[in-house]
Each structure stands twice: as structure tokens, then as C-alpha cells.
């Protein structure tokens, strides 16, 4: 638990930053696009300090932290065009997080880690419609083609970094395995395994909804980071 814990509160603190940068751009007249960004930062702070304090709940120190994962936030969080953001962090990103934090809701080994996820769940879900409902109005003809090229050069710089922390992976395989013999890990391996499907598949659902062909959204979905944000 600990060490996907620790996972979330990296990649929520990026979620956090990402918005974060958005806000001065906006000019003053959108206040509503304003005020629904500065709720997206409280949601991911609160979310920061709930992870944090489930980390904590019983004296435990963080886990561990990859390069490859920081890379791949980097990329998030130093992006300066706010479609391409929005889009890598809420629509590729966050969508692939909502079903990591339904498969802890449902795998957690407490009532505490399964509530947590749950309401962030609940959070998600928000950002992600606004997202997406934001980038369907833009009314670019461009867009598509920016938002494309955009997953490529991201795949392209992170493709020789090692992706997911192996120690995340493996975190995953216990939370998820019935028991802890061999039969019972392979199960949790399966599991975890279903899990990556699953995050694919929503990607591919909400970049068909975004107006990308059934054939393009999978090509999409495929090239997104190893590790999920």
C-alpha cells in the first residue's frame, strides 16, 4: 500500500502543477474556466494529503520513486501549449488514473484505502469531463493533428526511459493477489495485467468521443506512457 501510495502522491503533485500553470494564462473574462481550475488544484492537493497521510497511517516512511516516472511527469508538468496539456494530463492521463484508483477501490486490503480511492475518484471524473468537453468546443480543425503530434514527441522522448517503477508493478501483483502462493500471485498478475486493458480501452473511448477515428485512437492510445500518467 505503501509503495502505491506513494505513487499516487507523485503523480497527483503533478496534476496539481499542471493546472497550476494554466491559471495565468486564462484571461480574467473566462472566470468560470478559472474557477473551475482553482477547484481541480484543492481536489488534487486534497488528494496529495489524504495519499500522504495514508503513507503515514502506521509510521511508514514513502517508497520509491523512478527516473522513469519522473520523466514522464516532467513532460506534464513543463508543457507550455494549455490544449496539449489539458489533454495529455485529463484525457490520456487522468483517464488511465481513474481506473487505476477503480481497480484500488476494489483490490485495497482496508476500508481506509478503498474510501480514499473511491472519492478520487469521484474527483477525476469531473476533470476529465471538463477536459474533454473543453477541447470538443474549441472549434480548431487543427486540433486533432496538434493533439496527435503531441503524443508522439511525448512517446518519442520517454521511449528509452524504463516507464513504470517495477516496484509499483510488483505493489500492484500483492494488493491484487487472493493469496501469496504461486497460484495466487499469477492471479494478481492477471489482474493487474486486465487492469492495463482497461486503461486502454478508456483511452481509446474518450479519444473516439474527442472526433478521432475508432483506428487513429487506438494508434494514440497505444504510444501513451508506461507509466499510466
Not at 481550475?37 to 481536489?43: N, R, S
Not at 468546443?137 to 524504463?162: F, I, Q
Request: proline share 6%; charged share 25%.
Amino acid at each position: 500500500v505503501v509503495q502505491v501510495m506513494t505513487y499516487l502522491v507523485e503523480n497527483e503533485t503533478a496534476a496539481l502543477l499542471v493546472p497550476a500553470n494554466l491559471v495565468p494564462r486564462v484571461h480574467p473574462h473566462y472566470r468560470e474556466v478559472v474557477g473551475f481550475l482553482a477547484v481541480q488544484m484543492a481536489d488534487e492537493a486534497r488528494h496529495v494529503e489524504v495519499f500522504t497521510r495514508r503513507i503515514g497511517l502506521r509510521g511508514r516512511s514513502p517508497g520509491t520513486s523512478s527516473r522513469g516516472g519522473q520523466a514522464s511527469l516532467a513532460t506534464l508538468v513543463t508543457e507550455r501549449d494549455p490544449d496539449v496539456a489539458s489533454f495529455l494530463l485529463s484525457v490520456m492521463g487522468e483517464t488511465s488514473f481513474l481506473e487505476l484508483l477503480r481497480f484500488l477501490q476494489q483490490h485495497g486490503p482496508d476500508p481506509v484505502t478503498r474510501a480514499i480511492c473511491r472519492l478520487a475518484a469521484t474527483d477525476e471524473v469531473r476533470h476529465v469531463a471538463f477536459a474533454v468537453g473543453r477541447l470538443r468546443r474549441r472549434g480548431d480543425p487543427a486540433l486533432l493533428d496538434r493533439l496527435a503530434s503531441a503524443v508522439r514527441a511525448r512517446e518519442a522522448a520517454l521511449r528509452h526511459t524504463s516507464g513504470l517503477d517495477p516496484n509499483v508493478f510488483d505493489a500492484l501483483i500483492v494488493l491484487a493477489s487472493p493469496t501469496f502462493d504461486p497460484p495466487g500471485v499469477s492471479v494478481g498478475f492477471e489482474r493487474v495485467v486486465e487492469l492495463v486493458g482497461r486503461m486502454d480501452r478508456a483511452r481509446r473511448a474518450m479519444l473516439v468521443r474527442l472526433g478521432y477515428a475508432p483506428e487513429q485512437a487506438a494508434a494514440l492510445s497505444a504510444l501513451h506512457t508506461r507509466n499510466f500518467m
